[in-house]
Nanobody
Framework: QVQLVEFGGGLVQAGGSLRLSCEASGRTWGRYAMGWLRQAPGKEREVVAA????????YYADSVKGRFTIARDNAKNTMYLQMISLKPEDTAVYYC?????????????????WGQGTQVTVSS
């Protein structure tokens, strides 16, 4: 089992920046890919970014390419999501997720472990 806790959500104006972090505990010696998933009211869940176990390969949804950057520090059991040029449509609950595979997945159902979520609100 892996436990995930997110930090860093909040309220920001359009065009601003936020950095989310996710701390993992439990079975952290496992080789697991991680990602960030979001859900906005009335919309489907979306994997916005993901990273392989070694951090060599990353995935970004088209909606966030060029604005979001995912990274991880396995020595600290921590993953990050740097978000810049935020838009009101980025408003959502953001979840840190992990899966029992070294490579990332692009569907929410690909992930085995979820954090509790952190709210990101971008005002216009």
């Amino acid at each position: 089992q892996v436990q995930l806790v997110e930090f860093g959500g909040g309220l920001v104006q359009a065009g601003g920046s936020l950095r989310l972090s996710c701390e993992a505990s439990g079975r952290t010696w496992g080789r697991y890919a991680m990602g960030w998933l979001r859900q906005a009211p009335g919309k489907e869940r979306e994997v916005v970014a993901a990273i392989t176990w070694r951090g060599i390969s990353t995935y970004y949804a088209d909606s966030v390419k060029g604005r979001f950057t995912i990274a991880r520090d396995n020595a600290k059991n921590t993953m990050y999501l740097q978000m810049i040029s935020l838009k009101p449509e980025d408003t959502a609950v953001y979840y840190c997720v992990a899966r029992n595979f070294a490579n990332w997945g692009t569907n929410p159902s690909d992930y085995d472990y979820w954090g509790q979520g952190t709210q990101v609100t971008v005002s216009s």
